[in-house]
């Protein structure tokens, strides 16, 4: 099936034929016609699929196509999480929507609201908002929801985390009753299940991800590691990675300036997003990431959310994440559209039940593989229910059997290949050896 197939006018189809996209992703498939149609829907699946363009492409083809008197006004509200998402969805408003007449525009928290309040003054037909702005916005009698024909919640499982799902009915209830509403969703939760049962009038509905799934485009591997080690492990990675780029995940602010400016003294142009960074930072490490000038972004959970990084090689988890689901959500930054992505977890002993819960959720055993000269002390124990893949592996044995890949430089004591690993990092890469 052809984006033609699917009704997209020409305008939208120059578009995405200069963005060299050639066939539509199976959210877009099961989405566009429905949207177009005026259905209400409610779709699961994550970001990297293609859910942007499964909901902007005929939100613009609507607008376009409506009678001239309905032009003008604001018929489209897209809200969305983040700072950051609510940015890129109004890129890729702008992109797709380039051989169009319509204007749209992204207001969030974190800057000032009087820039905002005047563009808006202006006129625009798509808002795409963060949801507290939005309220302030609103108060403050800069932005008219009276005539939205279509309302997009994405990322609602995120929403309902962050708290913000109040707000969002708030929101809802300064739209008018008749109107088009898309809910998107990575997970689909007794509580979405419920909000959807809410905002929604007998939806249609799109399921691309299977529940928890991680992409299969993204290799996973585990690297066990002692937890005083992995700053410096995490440079030899990065040393070894330099032509390509990673965005490196803490698990807090705290953790992600500390391992930014360690990288920075290494020489590893690398910056942090986080919560307490200004939106103007936040903003020029993105795009200083983006344009290939940083080779590393270090972020929280929650400021990376929903960053879209075209092509992306590989996410690092210096820490895991408290939440499983998480996890899933972090490595879907990689592996987009296609691609091939690699996520590399750095596990310390401490973190075991952290791991078995993301290896339960996901519903996989990851590879472990050590590096050399970073092998640690006591064996990252398997999850106790994993089936043994081969005679004689026994649980948290790293001697009775499991796989090792043997270096094919002299091996050395642990601390020889500790030494020679750091003095190495330029030329050459962490040594891998499986250990599952
Ligand atoms: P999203 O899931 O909306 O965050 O999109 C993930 C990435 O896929 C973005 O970089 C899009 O530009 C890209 N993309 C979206 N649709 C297509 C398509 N049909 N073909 C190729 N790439 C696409």
Redesign the pocket.
Known sequence: MSFQDLGLIKPLLSSLYDQG?????PI?KGSIQTVLAGHDLMATAQ???????AFTLPIIQKLTTAPKERRGKLRALILTPTRELAGQIQESVRKYGKNTQLRSFAVFGGVKIGPQIKVLKNGIDILVATPGRLLDLHQQRAVDLRDIEVFVLDEADRMLDMGFIPDVKRIREKLPEKKQTLMFSATFSGNIRELAETMLNDPELVDVAPRNSTAKSVSQTVIPVEKARKLELLKVIAADNQHIQALVFTKTKHGANKVAKSLNKAGIRADAIHGNKSQAHRNRALKQFKSGELAILVATDIASRGL?I?QLPLVINFELPHVAEDYVHRIGRTG??GNDGHALSLVSHDEAKLLHAIEKLSNQNIDREEIEGFEPVNQLPFRKERKPQREGTGQGDRSKGSKRRRPSRNRRSNQNRSNQSRSNQKSAGPRRRKAA
């Open positions: 996209y050639k066939n539509p992703t877009q970001t990297g699929t293609g859910k942007t363009a879209d075209n987009r559209a």
